[in-house]
Structure formats: C-alpha cells, structure tokens
C-alpha cells in the first residue's frame, strides 16, 4: 500500500528566510509524486509533480522539489519566503491506473512572520 | 484558476436531516472526486466517477451517495446527517490533459458542514 509521512504539523520561518517541507513516501514502483497548497479556505492547488526525468522539479510561485529515491523523499524548497506563502501545505503520492489511487499526507502548516 | 464551485461553502444543520451538497466544474472533465478532510489528518477519498452514470466508493468508507448524471455536475447527498459526519468535504476533478506522471487535480474551496 502506498503512504506519504509529512513529519513537521506546523513549521515557522521569517519572511525572506529560505524553506524546505519534509515529504517521505512508501510506494512498490515508481511513483508520481505531487505537492499542494491549501491557502485558508480554499481548496487544494497544485505546486507541482514528478513522475520521471529531472529529480528536481520546479513548480509554481518559486517553489521547487527534489526526488531521492534512495531516501524514498520529495522534499519542496523554497529559497525566500514571502508572507503569501502562509498556508498549509500536502504532499501526495499517486499511481496510474483506474482512478489515479492519490494518497495525501496530513500536511504542514506554514507559518510566516515578519 | 480553477473552475470547480461547491455550495454552500459553510452548512450547519440537525441531526437527523437530509442534505446535499453541491459541485459543479465547468472544465468538461469526466472524472470527479469527493474528499472529507479533518484538521491534522489525511485527506480521505470517498466517491468518485469515471463520467457520467459512473459512480464508485473510495478508500474510506461513507454514508453518503453521489450522483452523475451530467458531466458538470457531482452532488453529495446524506440521507440523515449526524454528527460523525461533520466534516470539510472537498470536491476535485482531475483533467486526463496534462500528461504523463498523474493527472492534476482541481479542487473546489469545500464545504464545512456541522452537523449538530
């Protein structure tokens, strides 16, 4: 069965400060691997997701991740925060086939200050 | 960007009552999901539609039903609410487009229901 670990409920960093969310994934094969934003009350946006190619992926709003395999994590970084970057963040991991099986993890709260 | 709507976006009710809740997408996909999303945990699958007339259970199981009958529209229905299902409930649909390594999902902004 297929899992995503987000070990950090609720991280703070300082405005301008870079950032780096935790993602660790059980899968038997290749996965494709997805990071979202949920901005408060708002539903789920994709940032971005690797599936092959390039480990290190670049999405939107200056975010980006990196794939290890070795380490079975996707890691999203982003080098300066700005204060709209305040939200709660998922990682999820997918596979093909039927209906896309999506399994999300429980993700982290960003908090910034100033 | 996206153009997936749930109505109402907050509903507190009785126990004991029918309710539906409703999600249309105006981006002609034919897959549609429903979410129930809880403060500190996963998000959890439970109905989703390959297209019209095509309706299955997810990962966790629900008292709820859901209905496809037009490509844009994928309402939620409790026959009677109860506490246990006060809950976020997010609807998404996902676009078969965007090419190779997993489909992108839309999702709606949810519906917070309390359920009293």
């Known amino acids: 069965a297929q899992s995503v670990t987000q070990p950090d409920i609720h991280i703070t960093v300082s405005e301008g400060a870079s950032l780096e969310l935790r993602c660790n994934y059980s899968y038997g094969a290749t996965p494709y691997l997805f990071w979202y934003v949920q901005s408060p009350g708002q539903g789920l946006q994709l940032l971005l997701k690797?599936?092959?190619?390039?480990?290190l992926v670049q999405g939107i709003k200056g975010f980006e991740a990196e794939f290890k395999r070795s380490q079975s994590s996707f890691n999203l970084r982003k080098p300066s925060v700005h204060w709209s970057d305040a939200a709660e963040y998922f990682c999820a991991v997918g596979r093909s086939g039927g209906y896309q099986k999506v399994t999300f993890g429980t993700g982290t709260k960003l908090q910034v200050i100033p | 960007e996206a153009d997936i709507y749930q109505t109402p976006r907050y509903l507190v009710i009785g126990t004991g009552k029918k309710i539906t809740l409703e999600c249309s997408q105006t981006?002609?996909?034919?897959?549609m999901y429903w979410y129930q999303q809880d403060p500190g945990m996963e998000l959890h699958l439970i109905h989703y539609?390959?297209?019209?007339?095509?309706?299955e259970k997810g990962d966790l199981s629900s008292e709820s039903t859901v209905s496809r009958i037009r490509t844009e529209h994928f309402p939620l229905t409790l026959e009677s609410a109860r506490p246990s299902h006060t809950s976020q409930y997010l609807c998404?649909?996902?676009?078969?487009?965007?090419?190779?390594?997993?489909?992108?999902?839309?999702f709606g902004s949810g519906t917070q229901l309390s359920v009293l």
């Open positions: 690797y599936f092959s190619g390039d480990t």
């Open positions: 539609s390959y297209g019209v007339n095509s309706t």
């Open positions: 998404a649909s996902s676009d078969p487009r965007t090419g190779t390594g997993g489909e992108k999902l839309f």
């Open positions: 981006m002609g996909h034919d897959k």
